[in-house]
């Protein structure tokens, strides 16, 4: 299908679910974003999903988003339960905002949905040249070390830099060995998943996705994933005032009422303790560029390299559209 | 040996090596906490290559550590190659400060050498009510993702929070499968380490540690890992002007030159956004500890509380030192 025609129509679709204007252009956008960046678990698989929350009230097609300001360098954000994607990208705009005035800007929020990939509000900081990191908190998918029953979300960390080219160094990675999104594609086109990376119900190891989405996913590095994902639950949850501790909803499955996910947004300018940044990480990233490789390996990739040369190449074709998908427009489109 | 004694032969041993009484008893208790908490690869272990530096002149004993304000929020500190450990006491201390008066502090590090556990220093700002997140970078021991030679440091990620009880939530993580420290204190004492955490210098897994220092860690999550090693190499080396990109040396085998680490010190307020934040991590915590648990599990801890209660039991007994040890200090006293 056609890039402008299928952002047509997933505009109009956001806007006969009681969306403005302005907020399903956001929406669209961000779904379209993540089809052309390869990761279709977090695009047109989930128009469906956002569409059903609006229609049982638990996402809130027309928000009021109220924008408190904490210090000149912070700001909180209450999204009202807007759909997430709006409320981070008030939030990332704000981060950017406070930070060219004092250096550094943070902004949490709270009352906050699914907002796609952290990875599309860190592009918007490094457009501006900022640095930035990102905390998104999740639906239950990990178990913490030592437990047999999940309680973080994949909860991911996401840090992005400019790089003095036009590619940008966007690392947004879950805790947890895979993206529940991969897992849960898996599942809908009954495909395998790799054995270490979950375990079913009963807590042994599983291929099966289906089983994976009922058990237990596995974090990264044992203890220290688990760690991770913690720290992650304690900035977007805790701190913020969200929902945490295993308490945010699954947005496909529990409709009793709203997610109440938490973020938080930090972002600061590069040139604070160096006036060359551009050209040290040039060179940072050169140098290992260079290193030998693994046998087979033909190019040292940087984070966020591989996913802006599929934007690149996807930008240029039609999106291919699935049949189930086909099927979600059509029925979400009247 | 008992805690005091040990600790004023400390003392002793950086004064006689040039250290003024304030930076011997910083560098003193540095050393002796990492003993008490029972990371030993952080501790006496290091003493003598912390000397044999200052007398190679490539740590200075009397540095003139300038502090620059960027911002009411921000600092950025040249330690002028002093130890690790008084650059990054007054770098956290500058980070308390700064977030005090602002809700959000920042502290940038350059010229400076390895500085113990992260941790410590995380611990300072909890003390003080703060969440705080500390980066550094240290020598080549882990290979970027698709390379066959070490350019990352084992580089810690460090997240610090008040829990609401008397033990604080310090996650001190390196991103490798296991801390350099330990396969070095492998080595030393012909211990085996485990086979899937590096390769030796064939690309080969081993569980030598002497080939395994020769070799290659191996980064938690593949490329997940990779990319958090390259996110702390980049804020702590590229942004603040501090050697990165394999270039920090090695202190136990390089002398051509001062380290010129670099770290970062963000802390900031519990209660920016909510005024129950310990309640509301208490209760996160009791959630979390009241999971089902893995066979043989009885407690889920988080992390710092193994540490901590390990810092308590040895705190009241003495210290026990090896014979290899007591030669260290025995040479060095005089």
């Given amino acids: 299908m056609k890039l ?12 006969n679910h009681g969306l403005s204007n302005n907020h399903a252009t956001i929406s669209s956008n961000a779904i379209i974003n993540a089809e052309l960046v390869g990761a279709h678990s977090h695009g047109l698989s989930r128009l469906k999903m956002y569409c059903e929350r609006i229609t049982k009230k638990v996402i809130n097609p027309k928000p009021k988003i109220k924008i408190k300001k904490i210090s000149q360098s912070i700001s909180f954000i209450d999204a009202n339960n807007s759909i997430g994607f709006v409320a981070a990208d008030i939030a990332i705009k704000k981060a950017i905002e ?40 999740a639906p239950p998918a990990v178990a913490p070390h030592g437990a047999i029953k999940s309680l973080f979300g994949t909860n991911p960390i996401c840090f992005g830099t400019p790089t003095g080219s036009k590619i940008p160094f966007i690392l947004d990675t879950s805790i947890s060995m895979i993206n529940r999104g991969k897992i849960r594609l898996a599942a809908r086109n009954n495909k395998k998943i790799p054995k270490d990376v979950a375990l079913d119900k009963f807590g042994k190891p599983t291929a099966d996705a289906k089983k994976a989405l009922k058990g237990v996913q596995l974090p990264i590095g044992s203890f220290r994933g688990s760690g991770l994902a913690w720290m992650v639950d304690i900035l977007s949850g805790v701190l913020t005032g969200s929902n945490h501790a295993g308490k945010v909803k699954d947005p496909f499955d529990d ?51 591989n996913k802006f040369k599929r934007f690149k190449m996807n930008s240029k074709k039609d999106i291919r559209v699935s049949e189930i998908i086909k099927k979600d427009l059509e029925m979400l489109k009247n």
Same sequence: chains 1, 2.
């Fill in 4 to 15: 402008l025609k299928l952002n047509k129509i997933i505009k109009k679709i956001f806007i």
């Fill in 255 to 305: 409709f009793s009422g709203p997610q109440n996910i938490g973020h938080l947004f930090i972002a600061f300018k590069t040139n604070l303790f160096v006036n060359n940044y551009n050209s040290r990480i040039k060179n940072n990233i050169r140098t290992i560029k260079r290193l030998p490789k693994v046998k087979g390996v033909k190019n040292i990739m940087y984070p966020g390299e």
């Fill in 98 to 137: 406070n930070s060219k005035k004092t250096g550094i800007g943070m902004v949490a929020v709270k009352n906050s949905g699914h907002y796609g990939l952290s990875g599309y509000y860190a592009e918007q900081a490094v457009k501006k040249n900022l640095v930035t990191m990102i905390y998104t908190n």
